[in-house]
């Protein structure tokens, strides 16, 4: 059974400082791999999407790299603002027919940037 | 983001009562689902329908009972249920074959 970890379950950083975010999963096989945040009382925003074949994925200050074979994910947030405070959550796709839409969640990392 | 949207966003309800939750796509997706998340857990996959057909049942007990009328609207029916049922219920959508879900804001039910 496929299970997401993510390290550390919270982090508080000062703003302006370049942080990670960890994500490990026990199934290599994997279709592709997510990134989302969370604000409070919200719903979840996709950040970014890695297919299984892809090594990483940027957008604006956010880098996704996948490591497939080791089973690990790491988020780079660059500059971080207190803006960026939210919870992140790593979801990982299982293959086969169906199994795109089966997404397994990790309990995320609360990130609290300090002004 | 108003493209998937949910309601209501509250709900208290006793263990005897019977409730349903809404959600709404305007996004033309042909997918949709419903994910508990509970303090403490991961988000949990509760239920997946592909063109109005279930694909996805997680083992869900039966006082829940999803309904899908057409492609943009999802329901969730709730009956006799359990302090522990008491949870953000989020509602997605996507185009399917892995495409990125769209989320709802959720609906926060609490069960006296």
């Known amino acids: 059974k496929q299970e997401v970890t993510q390290i550390p379950a919270a982090l508080s950083v000062p703003e302006g400082e370049n942080l990670v975010l960890n994500c490990s999963f026990t199934d290599s096989a994997i279709y592709n791999l997510q990134w989302f945040r969370q604000d409070p009382g919200k719903g979840l925003t996709s950040l970014l999407l890695i297919q299984s074949s892809q090594r990483e994925q940027t957008s604006g200050r956010l880098n996704a790299s996948l490591d497939k074979s080791s089973g690990r994910s790491t988020l780079y947030i660059a500059a971080s603002q207190p803006g960026d405070s939210a919870t992140y959550l790593c979801?990982?796709?299982?293959?086969?027919?169906?199994?795109?839409?089966?997404?397994?969640f990790g309990k995320g990392t609360k990130l609290t940037v300090n002004p | 983001e108003t493209g998937v949207t949910q309601t209501p966003r509250h709900l208290v309800m006793g263990m005897t009562n019977k409730k349903s939750l809404k959600c709404e796509q305007h996004l033309g997706h042909n997918a949709m689902y419903w994910y508990k998340q509970s303090a403490k857990k991961p988000l949990e996959l509760m239920f997946v329908y592909n063109f109005k057909e279930q694909t996805e049942n997680n083992s869900v007990p039966s006082r829940f009972s999803p309904e899908c009328p057409n492609s943009s609207h999802l329901f969730l029916h709730l009956h006799t249920l359990q302090p522990e049922d008491s949870a953000l219920y989020l509602c997605?959508?996507?185009?399917?074959?892995?495409?990125?879900?769209?989320f709802g804001d959720g609906t926060r039910l609490s069960i006296l």
């Open positions: 997605a959508s996507s185009q399917g074959n892995g495409q990125p879900q769209h």
């Open positions: 979801a990982v796709t299982p293959p086969g027919v169906g199994g795109s839409e089966k997404l397994v």
